[in-house]
């Protein structure tokens, strides 16, 4: 078994939209959902003009293989929950699935960027991660994840979705 991180946002519906993720993850064959962390109220990125985010991560064991996990496992629940992609990377979206990292793999590659490199620059996705793994060490910089400055932000928690999260998937 894969030890996996994911990041999950949405900010179409989301307490309807992550529950359902996680419960499509959930009911997958030869995939453990052991851990779900806070998630918050965050601001679209550039789009000022868009409802706002809820995010979080999970950690996951997955007899799965990156590619697999990725392309067979998480874009179809994400297509099954209404995600369409386009080139607009900051489009409004009912959810987003991202590994963030999958064991200790570093690559580097058109389909991959392992770890996640958001990991460094976005609050919204170092913090949940750090909450689920705060002595993670950073496969590609040897960095501890709990040494990094963006810890340090404040971000809002979506008391209830966390709450409500937390107690459907048995995570407290």
Known sequence: MH?????IGSNIEP????PKALELMDETDDLELLGISTFY????????????????????HSAHQLQQLKFDILRPIEERLGRKRTCDTYA???IDLDILLFDTIVQDTDE??????????RAFVAIPLAELAPNLVLPDTNELLADLPLLQEELTEDVLLTRTLKERFNHE
């Open 3 to 7: 030890d996996v991180y994911l990041s």
């Open 15 to 18: 307490e309807k939209n992550i």
């Open 41 to 60: 109220i965050t601001s679209p990125l550039g789009r000022p003009d868009q409802l706002p985010y809820r995010n979080g991560a999970v950690k996951i």
């Open 92 to 94: 409004p979206r009912p």
């Open 112 to 121: 991959f960027e392992i770890p996640d490199p958001d990991i460094r620059i």
